[in-house]
């Protein structure tokens, strides 16, 4: 191998059903550094990072890793572990109801001399794992006592406990607010100065650029470039990993009007539910797109939820087109013409094992009752509508959705809401974690959707975003609603609402 390399991937190819996931793909991962793959949804970087841990088994090509002969194999995570290499996915893969410690270290218990697990010892050496990357927890309690922010954390604790040479990050970032991501920074950089090299997988370029040394982009499955970071500016970078030069994305143009003369969709009164969010209200009118902006834990979801009845209002009234109505569970609002994008698709959103064809279709035939089946002409024909108007890329409405990369998957949960002709769609972080492309897409989907007349509900961590959608946004801060901002939406006032008035 090269002097100073650590890892080397040559010729890797690999072919899912109907699909080529990868063309002859090369990395080359150097001591001591921060690698960022970057690629639109589809690229193959997911496929990639996993023929390097040993769950796909690629068909072509060589993996190389320093100090061990020949190519290296991997036939299971267990496998990439014990040639140094860890990973944490974009999708939290910990189990809940074990405690902080016991996820830390399942796999790899310390024993005691009676070949015990040794609890007293890696509660210990887990708490002081957790003290030193400043994470504050009890790693006795279970990870589902504590935020999605914190279970990532978690995973990334894990691996760095691993004693790794190689460290893969895929999406990290995407569930952490900025005061997280500074840490984890601070901590990737800290392992690059003892000579981990570090491979970063990110959609947020600004991440890229802040802490990355040098760049591989991926197109459709093939290898376009590796470039150091200070020979790709941006506009290069986005332009390799699309082909083409990008759309402006401030080309969206959101309708400029008062929707105080349009009629009322949503009225909440007073609701509320406790220990998530104090008493709210809040007003949407027909054709209107509301930004919900604020920190992460700051109750975004929390309201969004209470207002589809994922969890039950304690207080309080909702009336929906002037009609006050009880929502007690989720199918109350789909019958109320409502329909909800949540923000983890891997535990809410997707059935795995079913096809996009099913996923699609499976909140229309849920409103529709079990006595009222689709036929499967009518399941095809929705599948294929709403495919073409979302631009799903995949083999087939019959291929496993999990087969799918993680924007497509996105939307194709996007398309079932659709699928219901809702009235009123609450999209919760709909472009967290899926390529700048596919962003603008659905973003000028949303747009287009309120020029239909559709009210929409935005959440997103990207302040950005939500100032080229939204006509109003409301701001929470500690679970309750401090403010709303119209007439003067800018970044620095959005900023200066969730700071509490702080410059």
């Not at 332009?239 to 349009?262: H, N, P, T, Y």
């Not at 939820?305 to 002037?322: E, P």
Request: charged share 30%.
């Amino acid at each position: 191998m090269e002097e100073n390399v650590v890892l080397t991937a040559r010729g890797i190819s690999m072919t899912f059903p109907g699909v080529k996931a990868l063309d002859n793909v090369d990395l080359t991962l150097r001591k001591g550094e921060i690698h960022a793959l970057m690629g639109e949804n589809g690229a193959g970087k997911s496929t990639l990072i996993k023929c390097l841990t040993g769950i796909n088994d690629f068909e072509a090509g060589e993996i190389r890793i320093d100090g061990i002969e020949g190519p290296v194999k991997n036939h299971s995570t267990r496998d990439a572990q014990n040639v140094g290499i860890s990973t944490v996915y974009q999708e939290v893969n910990l189990c809940p109801n074990l405690s902080v410690a016991e996820n830390l270290f399942i796999g790899r218990e310390p024993l005691t001399k009676l070949r015990t697990i040794d609890r007293k010892s890696y509660n210990k050496r887990s708490q002081k794992i957790m003290d030193e990357l400043g994470i504050a927890v009890d790693v006795t309690q279970n990870l589902e006592n504590y935020s999605l922010a914190i279970q990532q954390m978690v995973a990334i604790a894990r691996a760095v406990d691993m004693d790794c040479k190689v460290l893969i990050l895929d999406e990290p970032t995407s569930s952490l607010d900025d005061e997280e991501v500074e840490k984890l920074f601070v901590l990737m950089r800290d392992l690059r100065e003892k000579g981990v090299s570090i491979l970063f997988v990110t959609h947020f370029l600004e991440q890229v650029y802040a802490v990355c040394d040098r760049i591989t982009v991926l197109r459709n499955g093939t290898f376009v470039g590796e470039y150091p970071i200070a020979d790709l500016p941006r506009v290069k970078l986005v332009a390799a990993m699309m082909g083409k030069d990008l759309d402006d994305l401030a080309e969206i143009k959101k309708e400029q009007k008062d929707f105080s003369k349009e009629p009322m969709e949503i009225s909440a009164k007073g609701l509320s539910h406790a220990g998530t969010v104090k008493p709210f209200d809040l007003d949407i009118h027909k054709g209107e797109v509301v930004g919900i902006g604020g920190l992460l834990g700051s109750g975004r979801s929390e309201l969004a939820r209470c207002i589809y009845g994922a969890d039950k209002a304690q207080t309080g009234t909702l009336s929906v087109n002037g009609e006050q109505v009880k929502i007690n569970q989720p199918i109350d609002a789909m019958n109320k013409g409502m329909g909800m994008l949540p923000d983890d698709r891997k535990a809410e959103g997707i059935i795995a094992d079913l096809s996009v064809r099913e996923n699609i279709i499976l909140a229309l035939q849920a409103k529709r009752g079990m006595f009222k089946q689709l036929s499967r002409a009518q399941q095809e024909e929705i599948a294929d509508r709403y495919i073409e108007l979302v631009q799903i890329k995949t083999a087939s409405k019959e291929t496993l959705i999990k087969q799918l990369s993680g924007g497509n998957q996105q939307k194709v949960i996007l398309a079932r809401w659709l699928a219901t002709d809702p009235d009123f769609l609450i999209l919760d972080e709909p472009t967290r974690g899926i390529d700048i492309g596919t962003k603008s897409e659905i973003q000028k989907l949303i747009v287009k959707l309120a020029g239909e007349g559709k009210s929409v509900l935005f959440i997103s961590s990207e302040i950005e975003e939500m100032l080229r959608t939204c006509n109003r946004m409301v701001i929470m801060r500690d679970g309750q609603k401090v403010g709303e901002l119209d007439h003067e939406l800018s970044q620095e006032s959005v900023m200066k609402a969730i700071a509490g008035g702080e410059s």
